[in-house]
């Protein structure tokens, strides 16, 4: 009895010892060891007292990082983030920890949002330190003298001394630094940096906008500098020194006076800044920048926005159009640019009192890029080549002959009167938008006149249209936003009553129609709300305000009685089901087309899921719901339609079709739903873009076919991936590619939602910026398997599984 009470005894002392070694980190320390974790206001403090990790809000944010700082700088001035794309909420119930070998980010859940992402075997001996350099390194134990991992071969927006920028040659991956989307929101951005090196061994730095348009470049290194920056070394301040050998090609720089704060940052606004941090004045000096004026970075303020070097805000739109999001305008971040206030009447130019879209005379402009010149030899034979095409948005003619501009308008600058750059620009607008065109001051003052001859009658009509308006039963009421109210027989009519049907969900149908400027909608008839009206137009109003190129755009509405319609955009190749399951082979969707959709897809989700102010989660992800434009470019259709129908799922499951096969389990079997539940209808989705068939085919012997039980097992045995691509494209597809898309489908539609990925990670993985490995096989897909193995097992087909085109 002794025995045992004395084993008892040193067994608890063992576990509070435990316990205790598990739940402290000292703050101030500056390595997190394992067994220890980081969370909450807990931070390390590098040995010398520069730097300092731990959780952040940036600016006014709500929403909390893991970053490190400089620790004795008053202004919290940021030089890396961890989390940069998935923010938390509450930075107690995360942490900072070493697991099996790695740095993660976790909760009590165990998933990481964020990881080293190395393939290592654990060790007790793992750490990780903050040096005083503000490098995090992780380490095999304190004497160990190599890191396994260190922060400074993954900058985020700034690059320290010490710090390298160029190629790993093993692994063929470039560097970047990436902006900041703005000062509270540390995103990647859209504007990056890279050290560019091509077959001849030259290297220069570029800037680069949205990953593709190279609009900065540094010059070559001429083995002292680069011939078009010599700022960068010609001064006493700084030592840069090019590094290139078998493994690795790289730029490095130090400070001769290591007393000297300075940091190279790609700030939000597209710039490259070297800062110096002025002791006396207690503030950040720009040393230099590039390129030298704001109004050289591409897309600086977006479509129809224009740049002026001499005023502050640098950016404002255009005549007809305002700010897209007004709330990223106040964050300096224009890079969504400006849309019209009244939509062109393209496709019939001619308004219903004789009048046509015109031009409106922007003079002293630099010109867009992107220009197609026309063989037109005057100023009005170059006006009308623009009006006739109804994608044409501006023109301009000069001594180079008539250009026009199809699209956006990017990188428009304004110069002054006293400067002697800029060309005549004219821009097309709406004709009721048109107050200054090219016929100048006479048309203006006729348009003054009348306005002011009919303002008393325009006055009155007001009155009785507004009191006429109350009283009239169903009549339409305006919404927040840019959203039309229209009424319900002005549906009827432009779509014939409701004659051709697109498709059909457990929302409603969904018809096709023409407005009277031609321009073709889709409107849908939604069924089974029980809301009343002025709930729903708060609703609607709040779905109209969500803007993004992979998301369907609202039009309008419809409010009568009972009466509740949408109306979008007319996607012309209708959707994504429509084009998989068929059999015409000379109309099939290549690999590349289809990698494209799932990575858009996934960016739309990402976007209902994180950007918005309301987590809006779409419960309806399936084929018929991705729809496509003229480019096959991919749009989230339905989205929000769970939120205006209500969570009452038992009952809306009843009506829904094609969507059996894409629930997760948690939603099934009655637990309340996450945004998890639109990560495993994805990943259903994903499986069927890469075999081209449903998930659940019957056999010719009344078995079903399950492809993700297949699939999950291929993965898992490491078999050709090749083996899972619908057999129609030959094997031809990216290798690469196909695997992330097969693994992180697989990933998606794991048991646990813990384990699955956010759409934000899924983003990552098929952009190539995350790593993921070889999922395992979700437990009920195995139980399947194993079911199927040892029984005559079949499913009887469901009318769920048409193929029938659907919204």
């Not at 740095?103 to 654990?122: E, Y």
């Not at 006149?449 to 249209?465: E, M, N, Q, S």
């Not at 039963?473 to 840019?482: D, I, N, R, T």
């Amino acid at each position: 009895m002794g025995i045992g009470e004395n084993s008892w005894f040193f067994f608890l002392s063992y576990l509070l010892i435990c316990f205790s070694l598990n739940a402290h980190l000292s703050n101030g320390a500056d390595t997190i060891s394992v067994g220890q974790s980081l969370s909450g206001n807990q931070t390390i403090i590098s040995d010398g007292g520069n730097f300092e990790l731990g959780f952040f809000t940036p600016g006014k944010s709500q929403n909390y990082y893991i970053g490190i700082w400089y620790k004795k700088i008053p202004a919290q001035t940021v030089v890396w983030v961890a989390n940069r794309d998935r923010p938390l909420s509450d930075p107690s119930s995360w942490e900072l920890k070493i697991m099996d070998g790695n740095l993660v980010l976790v909760n009590q859940t165990k998933f990481p949002i964020w990881s080293t992402n190395l393939i290592s075997a654990p060790s007790n001996s793992i750490e990780t330190v903050l040096l005083d350099n503000g490098k995090l390194v992780l380490r095999d134990g304190p004497n160990s003298s190599t890191s396994i991992w260190e922060s400074f071969d993954h900058p985020t927006d700034t690059w320290l001394p010490g710090g390298k920028l160029g190629l790993d040659k093993r692994t063929n991956q470039t560097q970047l630094i990436t902006s900041w989307i703005s000062e509270e929101d540390p995103s990647p951005g859209i504007f990056s940096l890279s050290l560019s090196i091509d077959t001849s061994g030259s290297s220069q730095f570029i800037l680069i906008w949205n990953r593709s348009e190279r609009y900065w470049s540094s010059g070559t290194w001429n083995g002292h500098n680069f011939r078009l920056l010599p700022e960068m070394t010609l001064s006493h301040f700084f030592n840069f020194s090019y590094i290139d050998n078998a493994n690795e090609s790289y730029l490095t720089y130090s400070l001769y006076n290591t007393s000297i704060l300075s940091r190279q940052k790609l700030d939000f606004s597209g710039q490259i800044k070297q800062f110096l941090w002025l002791e006396n004045t207690q503030e950040w000096n720009i040393f230099w920048n590039q390129p030298r004026e704001q109004c050289e970075v591409h897309a600086f303020c977006g479509p129809f926005g224009k740049c002026n070097q001499k005023n502050m805000p640098f950016c404002e739109c255009i005549q007809g159009f305002e700010e897209r999001s007004p709330k990223d305008w106040n964050l300096s971040d224009w890079s969504g640019g400006c849309v019209r206030k009244t939509s062109l009447h393209c496709g019939n130019t001619t308004l219903p009192n004789g009048e046509k879209d015109k031009f409106v005379l922007s003079p002293k402009m630099r010109l867009p890029v992107n220009n197609l010149s026309l063989a037109v030899g005057s100023t009005e034979g170059c006006e009308l080549a623009c009006l006739n095409n109804c994608s044409c948005t501006a023109y301009s003619y000069g001594s180079g002959g008539c250009s026009i501009w199809v699209g956006d308008l990017l990188n428009l600058q304004q110069f002054s009167d006293d400067d002697s750059e800029g060309d005549d620009l004219f821009i097309r607008l709406a004709a009721s938008e048109n107050l200054n065109s090219k016929k100048g001051t006479t048309t203006w003052v006729i348009v003054a006149t009348v306005a002011g001859a009919v303002a008393l009658l325009v006055f009155f009509l007001v009155l009785i249209w507004e009191w006429w308006r109350k009283r009239s039963v169903g009549m339409s009421k305006a919404v927040e936003g840019s959203l039309v109210p229209f009424r319900y027989r002005d549906l009827q009519s432009v779509t014939n009553n409701f004659a051709e049907k697109l498709g059909g969900g457990g929302f409603g149908s969904v018809f096709k129609g023409t407005l009277p400027d031609s321009t073709v909608i889709a409107v849908k008839k939604l069924e089974g709300l029980s809301q009343g009206e002025k709930q729903f137009r708060s609703e609607v109003s709040t779905i109209g305000t969500i803007q993004h190129v992979n998301l369907i755009r609202l039009r309008g509405f419809c409010s009568e009685g009972t009466e509740r319609l949408l109306v979008y955009d007319y996607m012309p190749n209708g959707s994504l089901n429509s084009h998989l399951f068929h059999q015409n082979d000379s109309n099939i969707l290549d690999w590349n087309l289809r990698y494209q959709i799932a990575l858009g897809t996934a960016r739309g989700l990402t976007y209902l899921h994180e950007k918005c102010r309301d987590c809006i989660i779409h419960c309806d992800i399936k084929p018929e719901n991705i729809l496509l434009d003229t480019e096959f470019c991919p749009k989230v259709a339905d989205f929000g339609l769970a939120k205006l129908v209500g969570r009452e799922f038992s009952r809306v499951l009843t009506t829904m079709r094609g969507t059996r096969g894409y629930l997760a389990p948690e939603w099934i079997s009655g637990v309340a739903i996450t945004a998890k539940a639109d990560v495993y209808s994805y990943g259903m989705m994903l499986l069927e873009l890469i075999s081209g068939r449903r998930n659940s085919e019957q056999s010719e012997d009344r078995k079903i076919d399950y492809f993700p039980t297949w699939a999950a097992n291929k993965l898992n045995e490491g078999e050709d991936v090749l083996s899972l691509l619908d057999q129609r494209l030959e094997g031809n597809a990216n290798v690469e590619e196909l695997t992330r898309a097969c693994r992180v489908a697989c990933w998606c539609i794991q048991d646990d939602e813990a384990h699955r990925p956010s759409m934000g990670q899924v983003v990552q993985i098929l952009e190539g910026v995350l790593e993921v490995n070889v999922p395992p096989i979700p437990r009920t897909l195995q139980e399947l398997a194993d079911c199927q193995e040892n029984t005559d097992f079949f499913i009887e087909p469901s009318s769920n599984q048409s193929s029938k085109p659907q919204e």
